[in-house]
C-alpha cells in the first residue's frame, strides 16, 4: 500500500498523540511545542491500543493515527518506528516494540539482536550496519491524513552505551558520530535547528510533516 501524497493543511490548536509510550511522547512534545500545538497522548485519554495489523511502518502509524481520532473527534499525529537490522534480514523492523515483551525490556531486546548478530558472524562493524526508520501520519477527522517518512543510518555497538535515550539508543551509533543516541541529550539528538541538527530518524520526519501542516 502506497501512502498517499502529502497534503497542505495547516494542524492547529489541540491534537491526539497516538502513543502510550512515554518516551515517544516527550520527543513528540518537544518537536511539537515551538508551534503552539497542545498534545495529549492516547495513553493520558485512556485510549486502547489498536491492533498493528499493517505489513509496513507506515500502514501501523496510519492505523493508530486513525484510531485515535476516530475516538476523540482531534486531529492525531502517530509514530511508528524501529529498528532494521541488516545482519539480520530487516529485523526486528515492525516489530521493534514487540522484542521488547509485555513488560518492555529493551535491555532484553538488545541482548537478544546481538546474540543473534553474533551467531551469524555480525562482528565487525562493517557486518553491523542498521539503520532506524519513523514513518508519522496526521489524520483529521474528516479522514484527510498526511504521511511523512525519514531514517537516519549507523551501526550497532555492544555492550550498549548510555542512558538518555529510549528503545535501542544505547546501542545504536550513528554514522559520523562518535556517541550513540543513549549517549546524546534530547536536544541533539531530535532537536531542531537553529538549537539542534535534528538527528534522529524522527527529527527527520518531523522536519518534512512541519513544512506541510505546521507552517
Given at each position: 500500500m502506497s501512502a498517499p501524497a502529502p497534503v497542505r493543511r495547516r494542524l492547529e490548536g489541540r491534537l491526539v498523540v497516538a502513543t502510550h509510550n512515554p518516551g515517544k511522547l516527550r520527543e513528540m512534545r518537544e518537536l511539537l511545542?515551538?508551534?503552539?500545538?497542545?498534545?495529549?497522548?492516547?495513553?493520558?485519554?485512556?485510549?486502547?491500543?489498536p491492533e498493528e495489523t499493517g505489513t509496513s511502518f507506515a500502514e501501523n502509524a496510519f492505523i493508530k493515527a486513525a484510531a485515535a481520532a476516530k475516538a476523540t473527534g482531534l486531529p492525531a499525529f502517530s509514530d511508528d518506528s524501529g529498528l532494521v537490522v541488516e545482519a539480520l534480514d530487516g529485523a526486528p523492523g515492525i516489530h521493534s516494540a514487540r522484542w521488547a515483551g509485555p513488560d518492555k525490556d529493551f535491555a532484553r531486546a538488545m541482548a537478544d539482536i546481538h546474540e543473534k548478530m553474533v551467531a551469524r558472524g555480525a562482528?565487525?562493524?562493517?557486518?553491523?550496519?542498521?539503520?532506524?526508520?519513523?514513518?508519522?501520519?496526521?489524520?483529521?477527522?474528516?479522514?484527510?491524513?498526511?504521511?511523512?517518512?525519514?531514517?537516519v543510518d549507523g551501526i550497532l555497538v555492544w555492550p550498549p552505551r548510555g542512558n538518555l535515550g529510549f528503545g535501542y539508543d544505547p546501542m545504536f551509533l550513528p554514522d559520523g558520530h562518535d556517541r550513540t543516541f543513549g549517549?546524546?541529550?534530547?536536544?541533539?539528538?531530535?532537536?531542531?535547528?537553529?538549537?539542534?541538527?535534528?538527528?534522529?530518524?524522527?527529527?527527520r520526519a518531523f522536519v518534512k510533516l512541519a513544512e506541510a501542516c505546521l507552517g
Amino acid at each position: 500500500m502506497s501512502a498517499p501524497a502529502p497534503v497542505r493543511r495547516r494542524l492547529e490548536g489541540r491534537l491526539v498523540v497516538a502513543t502510550h509510550n512515554p518516551g515517544k511522547l516527550r520527543e513528540m512534545r518537544e518537536l511539537l511545542a515551538p508551534y503552539g500545538v497542545e498534545a495529549v497522548s492516547a495513553g493520558e485519554l485512556g485510549l486502547p491500543e489498536p491492533e498493528e495489523t499493517g505489513t509496513s511502518f507506515a500502514e501501523n502509524a496510519f492505523i493508530k493515527a486513525a484510531a485515535a481520532a476516530k475516538a476523540t473527534g482531534l486531529p492525531a499525529f502517530s509514530d511508528d518506528s524501529g529498528l532494521v537490522v541488516e545482519a539480520l534480514d530487516g529485523a526486528p523492523g515492525i516489530h521493534s516494540a514487540r522484542w521488547a515483551g509485555p513488560d518492555k525490556d529493551f535491555a532484553r531486546a538488545m541482548a537478544d539482536i546481538h546474540e543473534k548478530m553474533v551467531a551469524r558472524g555480525a562482528v565487525t562493524p562493517e557486518a553491523r550496519r542498521a539503520h532506524f526508520v519513523s514513518a508519522l501520519c496526521v489524520v483529521w477527522p474528516d479522514g484527510e491524513r498526511l504521511d511523512v517518512a525519514a531514517r537516519v543510518d549507523g551501526i550497532l555497538v555492544w555492550p550498549p552505551r548510555g542512558n538518555l535515550g529510549f528503545g535501542y539508543d544505547p546501542m545504536f551509533l550513528p554514522d559520523g558520530h562518535d556517541r550513540t543516541f543513549g549517549e546524546m541529550p534530547a536536544e541533539e539528538k531530535h532537536g531542531l535547528p537553529p538549537r539542534g541538527k535534528g538527528l534522529s530518524h524522527r527529527a527527520r520526519a518531523f522536519v518534512k510533516l512541519a513544512e506541510a501542516c505546521l507552517g
